[in-house]
């Protein structure tokens, strides 16, 4: 079965640069998900924070593994849907791409160091990396063009799909800079305005659902938060607090109290027995057990919403968008906010973030300075083709993105000393 015969047309396979034909069975959006899987983009997420940092337990997640689960429940939804799987699998394992070294802490100091060259966010540099930074793929005319996906999995990886400084609310994510314009509106032709893809929204849901359960999962097993704990007001309301502060403005106290209780009496909730070995064999069964009855419970839950909008048959593209009751996206929200209040916010790890902040600052520094001998072959051929200071120091910001956590560490201690 052609993927015409499956939703998408001739436009949804197009590459921005062409290609010879290839003679192997496999579909167009086969081949997007084997250059995202081979891309050394991709092997580097294994040494970037996603909530710990990599290398401080053997069992917490990193990039690479988030990114793998976000794809596992994408490709399941998306398929639930309708949606070709191979082009919800390519968008969710690509999704993080673009973070820099340090998670969210990185992005936000790259942020600020680019403020005035049209900003760093790090689903804009995912698209850089898809369709420039990447090497896979030239033009006739030997210009970069990424992995050179085909449009529908290019839009599909494509979460804000609007430029810098375009944004359709109060938002400061955007999902292409100014310089990547040209390839944006390529990917979005026939687009409704601001308006992601139903395979996006497969993926930015699952990305949510994978970031909420396992995130409290692993930090249950560092031991940053028991969820006996949450059995108390004080802790609830504490989480109340920054659900609203970073996830749903509207949230009252009772409302996360009561997706707390919702979800503590589903009878899979892992709370510690009496007894029981913290971290021991049967605790971490529990836990495992309890995040795949979440991402279950979930994941049906939107399907069901979703079908009982939509109808039966196939979802691609346009056709449809995702539903999620709002209960499931208040219980996704609290799970977020369990893992924001006892990690990402907690007091004693300011001075960490804040250090990780100030490192990336002074490397990047230290690269504008010595660059472009500092920099590795192909940002070399980058900064030199740049035609002016905001060029250049956006090649030396794509420069540091493209660092792992312990690669920044090494390349900050080589070149300041």
């Known amino acids: 079965m052609s993927s015409e015969d499956q939703g998408y047309g001739r436009g ?38 996603q909530v710990v940092g ?23 939804l998306g398929a639930a849907l309708g949606c070709d799987p191979d082009v919800v699998d390519t968008a969710c394992l690509a999704h993080d791409l673009g973070h820099p070294p340090f998670g969210h802490n990185g992005e936000r100091a790259l942020a600020e160091a680019a403020a005035g060259i049209g900003g760093f966010e790090g689903n804009a540099q995912t698209l850089r990396l898809l369709t420039r930074l990447e090497p896979k793929t030239v033009a006739l005319d030997g210009s970069p063009v990424g992995l050179n996906l085909t449009r529908a ?13 375009k944004a359709p609310r109060a938002t400061s994510k955007f ?33 949510d659902v994978a970031y ?11 031991g940053h938060v028991r969820l006996d704990w949450l059995d108390r007001d004080e802790i609830r309301a504490r989480v109340a607090a920054q659900v609203r502060d970073w996830y749903l403005p509207d949230a009252s106290d009772d409302a996360v109290a009561d997706a707390l209780e919702r979800l503590s009496s589903t ?34 839950a939107a399907e069901h919403a979703t079908r009982e909008r939509h109808g039966d048959g196939r979802l691609t593209r346009y056709a449809a968008d995702v539903v999620v009751p709002p209960g499931t996206a208040l219980e996704v929200a609290v799970l977020k906010g369990v893992a924001a209040t006892f990690v ?8 960490f973030y804040a250090r990780q902040r100030e490192l990336l600052h002074e490397l ?49 201690a080589r070149l300041t000393g």
């Not at 949804?12 to 640069?17: G, K, N, S």
């Not at 509106?185 to 026939?190: A, C, E, I, P």
């Not at 070995?277 to 994941?299: E, W």
């Open 153 to 165: 999995s290019l839009d599909a990886s494509t979460k804000y799909p609007w430029l810098h400084g």
């Open 54 to 76: 990599p290398g401080t337990d053997d069992f917490v997640r990193n990039r690479l593994t988030h990114s793998l689960e976000v794809a596992q429940v994408g490709r399941e």
């Open 364 to 412: 990047l520094a230290a690269l504008a300075e010595q660059a472009p001998g500092a920099l590795e072959p192909p940002f070399r051929e980058d900064h030199a083709l740049a035609g002016d200071d905001a060029a250049r120091l956006r090649v030396v910001v794509d420069q540091v993105a493209s660092l792992t956590d312990v690669s920044a560490l090494a390349w900050h």
């Open 212 to 222: 909420s359960v396992h995130d409290v999962e692993d930090a249950v097993v560092a």
């Open 267 to 300: 009878g899979f909730w892992a709370r510690e027995q009496p007894g029981e070995v913290f971290g021991g064999r049967r605790h971490l069964a529990a836990l495992k057990d309890m995040t795949s009855q979440l991402i279950g419970r979930f994941a049906n």
């Open 175 to 207: 999902g292409a800079y100014a310089d990547d314009a040209d390839v944006f509106t390529w990917l979005r032709d026939g687009a409704p305005e601001n308006r992601p893809c139903v395979e996006a929204q497969v993926m930015d849901f699952s990305d």
């Open 344 to 351: 990402m916010t907690a007091q004693e790890r300011q001075p």
């Open 12 to 49: 949804d396979l197009e590459r921005w640069a062409a290609e010879p034909p290839k003679t192997h069975g496999r579909t167009a959006f086969a081949r997007d998900r084997a250059r995202v899987l081979h891309s050394s983009a991709l092997r580097r997420l294994a040494a970037k924070t």
